[in-house]
């Protein structure tokens, strides 16, 4: 039993290792130069106020919408950047330099440098993203400050009643900071991780950074509309009954993600609640599809000479 | 019980590698047999694509064996437990730019689990033991060639290891950092470690290996102890300082006189180039 746990305790202790130096690494790359980026799409969503057609309550609640539609764009953006990118320089790169071969000349198994440079990129894009998620939520506080005290001001010179007001009020905070902001980051987050442990799997078999980055993106595009193409699959006549095309149709989703589970986000933009069923059921896809593809980069990995 | 048991064995090792061309088999390693003992030191020697790199790689389970069996300290190099004793040099290393050569070592020391005051009495240790101090917190990207061998080096031994495998450890390393490297070589046989190295220097290899392995295409074509294969057996070499013309004369003439005797060879030794070069470049050094 305690040599189980020892055992245990060594390999989390080898992938805390290379994790801390895969993320040393990228930072030490002056990846976080893109956060400059960031604030100015930040500062620039700000002005982004639309003419608006409904009544004076909804008065600057496009600007909000802006600012969260701008920013969780571009966390999207940058996230599965970073991610792909990250994971699909990391392992070749390792390869070329012959770092690899002192890593694994060491007692260090290969399921362990694997994850340890998952996680590596992971904690880059955990990092990168509460960063962002700081400076996005701290521009919605202060904006709806300004808003709410605007339509304070109109609601006073219109002479609203209370209730009226304080509907107002409840609504104009539903499109501010919120708990599901928070969760809509944290799935743009899930999001980025299973494209990592997709690239990661890409780069084990390619030799090449350019070939891992390119096929991830096309699996990512490709993500967003395959529950669409399996569903007309599936409908379309015969194929859709018979055990061959269900079984193409499992296999399909296995390898290739489905990320319109994630629209939740565009629903958390307009003001709507995250469920928290709905981000759990997020989790576990995020953590089903990062286990199974470092499992099977591992499967690939083991057997490869350098 | 590891001192019974052989630093390497390497049984009738096979490697084949696929081709890309018609896919047809390229066979790199040929039947090669190698025995380490406990404190040897072993130079592996051949012309370039003779197959050395892959042995090593085999020995170090960075490649599968076709046919044949690799241990080291009588475990099976596929094993990952049997990679605890052993450190690597690759030839030609590029470590990662970004770290310093302190913070090299701590890595590598982290991944074969040292930690806490024995990692850095280890890594200060080591740094000064290949002459590193004064480049401890440089980034290794403003390193020489030389100096990164000397921290590649270090990293092989970052763990205490009983074997050390070197792969070309003077490659492209200019005629001082190439004798720094050899005299940590010889530190190490000083201490007892067995080293198993591959090398182009062919004097550098006779100089610090005991034993000596010759492979070519693929075979091993030679092997044994150094002073069995390069002794000629039926001469005998004595070397005179202050000889006087007359006794050379005398030799000479006892050397006549003797049945079935004669001179091969009479002059000055030579020094060699390395020696000269470094004798000239360390005096110009001094102020």
Known sequence: MSRAIHSLSSHLSRISVIALHAFTQLVRMKVFYFLVVFAIIMIASNFFDLPQHEGPESMGLNVLRSIKSWSLGTMTLFSVVLAIVATALLLPKDVEDRTLYTILAKPVPRLDYLAGKLLGVLMLVFVSLALMNLLMTAVLHIRTGMVMEDQMQMAKTLGWPPDAIAAMKAETLQQGPSWSLQGAVFAVFLRASIMASLALLISTFSSSTLFTTIVSFLIYFIGHFQADARDAYLQAGAAGEGVFARLISLLLSLVLPDFQLFNVIDAVIEGQALPLMMLGKLTLIGLFYAVFFTFASWFIFSEKEF | ?287
Do not use: W
């Open chain 2, 1 to 287: 019980m590891d001192e019974l048991k052989p630093a390497v064995e390497i049984r009738n090792l096979v490697k084949d590698f696929k081709t890309s061309f018609r896919r047809q088999m390229l066979r790199a390693v040929d039947d090669v047999s190698i025995r380490i003992m406990p404190g040897e030191v072993y130079g592996l020697i051949g012309p370039n694509g003779s197959g050395k790199s892959t042995t090593m790689k085999a020995l170090l389970g960075l490649v599968a064996p076709t046919s044949g069996h690799c241990a080291i300290f009588g475990k099976d190099s596929l094993r990952v437990d049997s990679r605890n004793d052993v450190g690597f040099l690759p030839e030609n290393p590029y470590f990662y730019k970004h770290l310093s050569g302190a913070e090299t070592l701590r890595f590598y020391g982290k991944l074969c689990g040292l930690k806490g005051r024995v990692l850095e009495e280890r890594v200060t240790e080591l740094l000064g033991l290949v002459d590193l101090q004064g480049a401890r917190d440089r980034r290794l990207g403003g390193y020489s060639k030389g100096m990164l061998q000397r921290i590649g080096l270090a990293q092989a031994l970052v763990q205490d290891p009983k074997l050390v495998i070197l792969d070309e450890p003077t490659a492209g390393v200019d005629p001082v950092g190439s004798r720094q490297i050899r005299d940590l070589i010889l530190k190490l046989r000083e201490r007892g470690m067995t080293v198993f190295l591959c090398s182009h220097l062919l004097e550098q290899v006779q100089e610090v290996c005991d034993h000596v392995g010759i492979i070519f295409q693929g075979k091993m074509v030679r092997e044994g102890r150094l002073e069995d294969l390069i002794a000629i057996e039926d001469q005998t070499e004595i070397i005179l300082k202050d000889a006087s013309p007359e006794l050379v004369s005398s030799i000479h003439r006892l050397v006549e006189n003797s049945a079935g005797a004669s001179v091969v060879r009479v002059g000055k030794p030579r020094t060699t180039l390395e020696r000269l070069f470094l004798r000239e470049t360390l005096r110009e050094d001094k102020p």
